[in-house]
């Protein structure tokens, strides 16, 4: 009877336990940017963004489809 007391309990808090960790909130992945970053960032994006459109003129090089 004690052994299955003791298999109880500690059934019981291995399954606190693990309901602690699953509810418990993750740690953020890396820290938040600032908007001056991030406005920094998006403009850097968009002007790599504009290069790639001015280099593909319709009619010059690239591939030709039958």
């Given at each position: 009877?004690?052994?299955?007391?003791?298999?109880?309990?500690?059934?019981?808090?291995?399954?606190?336990?693990?309901?602690?960790?699953?509810?418990?909130?993750?740690?953020?992945?890396?820290?938040?940017?600032?908007?001056?970053?991030a406005a920094a960032n998006a403009?850097?994006?968009?002007?790599?963004?504009?290069?790639?459109?001015?280099?593909?003129?319709?009619?010059?090089?690239?591939a030709k489809f039958a």
């Amino acid at each position: 009877m004690k052994v299955q007391r003791i298999i109880s309990f500690a059934t019981l808090a291995i399954s606190i336990l693990t309901l602690v960790l699953v509810l418990k909130r993750p740690a953020p992945l890396a820290p938040a940017a600032s908007p001056a970053a991030a406005a920094a960032n998006a403009q850097s994006f968009q002007e790599k963004v504009n290069r790639l459109a001015e280099t593909r003129v319709p009619g010059e090089g690239g591939a030709k489809f039958a």
